[in-house]
């Protein structure tokens, strides 16, 4: 076994944590209180080159393996979670799709602009009435001369509606087959006449990140649109959520990653009974389980994107890393919190916007409970009787 990173990918933690340090920290707040999508940062980060990290350098990517695409992630998510989303939405669900299933005309045309950080893309599964259940879709596309007409609309998709969203990857029911309803993926460029992209405001969390409703209004896109099969939409959107788990697992662990960071800093500093308040061993044993909890998370999650980058089935894992790291960024956030006391609670304290920012994680991309489905059926099948 070997548990050391390479070189490249220790450099890119470096870089990313500098960048993260010196660009996001100090405006982190304030984007947040002013629910601020910053293209600026955005464009920054994209020539960080942190946009189309695993997408090979034939379409304009930085043909990075998964462990450097998740380090990036999690060292963004150590200071904030909105960044952190932007970055993993737009590579994970944005490009993901395009890249794996596009042909190669459709990626010629979309994904090289999509690694530059001049331009974003959405994916479109939920619906408000199809959310854990994305069977339940009602939005449809109807073929007909050689174009699809779309109707219907979805809600909570990330970077569909900054200035730079460039269009959405959208699951629609395109007919019925053996008496289900067959779904199909279709790619709906921004400025397409009938679709509208309005942006979501009042967030919890992820307040400077850019979350919107898509309506489609006889939403007409060429037949070429179609991206994969038809009818194999579902598979298409599923598997991405495969690779978004991962990611999604690196934001809870650079969010815990922060605030224990935060925590273990204001413990050594803040005096109450004459010592820092890191010398009752009530304070010290919450920080060790604090530490110990990141530190198998983190063995969890590269783990599963070692899988994944040496070509093995790691679905059950990036299921139990996202259920894992979502949990524990919850856990460890509300100890970091706890140990600011009343401070902690003051927007003015970054641990602050950690507690809030993590709250997401157990619910986006499939909440905990749907983890635990998706878990149980594959250690289930392990034990055939
Ligand atoms: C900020 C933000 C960004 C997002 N970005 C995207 C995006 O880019 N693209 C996209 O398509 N979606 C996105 N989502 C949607 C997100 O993935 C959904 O919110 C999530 O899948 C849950 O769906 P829901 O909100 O409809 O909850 P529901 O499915 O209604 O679930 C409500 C509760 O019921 C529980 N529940 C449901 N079914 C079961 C079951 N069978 N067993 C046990 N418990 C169950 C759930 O676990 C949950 O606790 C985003 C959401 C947010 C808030």
């Not at 690694?115 to 009435?129: H, R, S």
């Not at 400077?208 to 598979?235: I, Q």
């Not at 994944?308 to 509300?334: Q, R, T």
């Not at 809030?356 to 986006?364: C, E, K, S, V, Y």
Request: aromatic share 8%; glycine share 8%.
């Amino acid at each position: 076994m070997d548990f050391e990173l390479t070189q490249e990918q220790k450099f890119i933690r470096e870089s990313v944590r500098d960048f993260a340090e010196r660009e996001i920290r100090p405006i982190a707040q304030e984007l947040d209180e002013k629910q601020e999508f910053s293209i600026e940062l955005t464009k920054k980060i994209g020539e960080l080159g942190l946009f189309g990290m695993i997408v090979s350098q034939e379409y304009g990517g930085q043909g990075l393996d998964y462990i450097s695409y998740i380090i990036a992630v999690e060292e963004i998510a150590r200071v904030d979670g909105s960044q952190a989303a932007t970055v993993a939405a737009h590579n994970s669900l944005g490009v993901n799709p395009l890249y794996y299933f596009g042909n190669d005309e459709q990626k010629k045309k979309y994904v090289p602009q999509l690694c530059t950080g001049e331009a974003l893309w959405g994916f479109g599964l939920t619906e408000p009435d199809a959310g854990s259940d994305s069977r339940a879709s009602k939005t449809t596309a109807v073929l007909a001369d050689g174009k699809w007409n779309i109707n219907g609309s979805k809600i909570f998709i990330t970077n569909a509606s900054a200035s730079i969203s460039k269009g959405s990857t959208v699951q629609a029911v395109s007919g019925e087959k053996d008496g289900k309803k067959e779904f199909s993926a279709i790619i709906v460029e921004q400025n397409t006449p009938g679709f509208t992209a309005k942006s979501m405001h009042d967030k919890m969390m992820w307040r400077a990140s850019n979350t919107a409703e898509l309506y489609f209004d006889d939403c007409v896109v060429p037949e070429e649109n179609l991206l994969g099969k038809r009818g194999d939409g579902s598979r298409i959107m599923l598997n991405t959520l495969d690779h978004g788990r991962l990611s999604i697992a690196a934001m809870g662990l650079g969010c815990a990653q922060g605030a224990f960071e935060l925590a273990v800093k204001y413990a050594q500093q803040r005096i109450q009974f004459g010592k820092p308040i890191s010398k009752n061993q009530v304070v010290a044993n919450k920080l060790a389980d604090m530490a110990m909890k990141i530190e198998l998370a983190r063995n969890l999650l590269y783990k599963a994107c070692w899988l994944k980058d040496n070509g093995k089935p790691f679905a059950k894992e990036a299921a139990m890393s996202k259920l894992y790291c979502a949990e524990i960024a919850n856990e460890v956030s509300f100890e970091a919190v706890q140990i600011h006391g009343g401070y902690g609670l003051m927007k003015d304290y970054d641990v602050e916007r950690h507690y809030r920012d993590q709250r997401l994680l157990q619910i986006g991309e499939g909440t905990s409970e749907i983890q635990r489905l998706v878990i149980g059926r594959y250690v289930i099948d392990e034990y055939p009787v």
